[in-house]
T-cell receptor, first 113, second 117 residues
Framework: DGGITQSPKYLFRKEGQNVTLSCEQN?????MYWYRQDPGQGLRLIYYSQIVNDFQKGDIAEGYSVSREKKESFPLTVTSAQKNPTAFYLCASSMTGLAQPQHFGDGTRLSIL | AQKITQTQPGMFVQEKEAVTLDCTYD???????LFWYKQPSSGEMIFLIY??????QNATEGRYSLNFQKARKSANLVISASQLGDSAMYFCAMRSLTQGGSEKLVFGKGTKLTVNP
């Protein structure tokens, strides 16, 4: 079945540690996105990528980094510079075009130890 | 800047009745798309319905319909014949093109719908 796989489902980070969240899709979508969701809030865009080897900052990119070396993969690294990383992280992908919906993974819940 | 406003933090509806979830948006882009997503307590985001800014007719998908009023910049979701499984968070989102040709999606804060038996 085609879809988006995020791993791990739960992740714990120690102070000063970088952690990487995985996102893989087999939908052959060009565009991929990372969002952060805090309790009782909507989704906020961290980074997005329209094509391989290219990505743009979203609204809250500080303390995060990404790479897009393969079409299928768009990992997100939460660096030690992100002082409040506890949140629910959602990865999405879509075909390009205004009418194309974004398809989401099941999310990764990141907490601080 | 694009903005989505959902003014109802929570809504309650009786099973089998219809409910309207409000969404207003702000954009200066002439071309944009509006989406509604459902987020159950398990966390995944489920795409429900899409409306394009140039679409002449309101979108419908099964029990979901979108009441699109372009002049008022509103795109309300109507759920008919509510079911217990409709209890979830609902998010309105807008997609637009930036000057550089990239696509960006902006979400509202969501409305928590509870369907009572």
């Amino acid at each position: 079945d085609g879809g988006i796989t995020q791993s791990p489902k739960y992740l714990f980070r120690k102070e000063g540690q970088n952690v990487t969240l995985s996102c893989e899709q087999n939908l052959n979508h060009d565009a991929m996105y990372w969002y952060r969701q805090d309790p009782g809030q909507g989704l906020r865009l961290i980074y997005y990528s329209q094509i391989v080897n290219d990505f743009q900052k979203g609204d809250i990119a500080e303390g995060y980094s990404v790479s897009r070396e393969k079409k299928e993969s768009f990992p997100l690294t939460v660096t030690s510079a992100q002082k409040n990383p506890t949140a629910f992280y959602l990865c999405a992908s879509s075909m390009t075009g205004l009418a194309q919906p974004q398809h989401f993974g099941d999310g990764t819940r990141l907490s601080i130890l | 800047a694009q903005k989505i406003t959902q003014t109802q933090p929570g809504m309650f509806v009786q099973e089998k009745e219809a409910v309207t979830l409000d969404c207003t948006y702000d954009t200066s882009d002439p071309s944009y798309g509006l989406f509604w997503y459902k987020q159950p307590s398990s966390g995944e985001m489920i795409f429900l319905i899409y409306q394009g800014s140039y679409d002449q007719q309101n979108a419908t998908e099964g029990r979901y319909s979108l009441n699109f009023q372009k002049a008022r910049k509103s795109a309300n979701l109507v759920i008919s014949a509510s079911q217990l499984g409709d209890s979830a968070m609902y998010f309105c989102a807008m997609r637009s093109l930036t000057q550089g040709g990239s696509e960006k999606l902006v979400f509202g804060k969501g409305t928590k719908l509870t369907v009572n038996p």
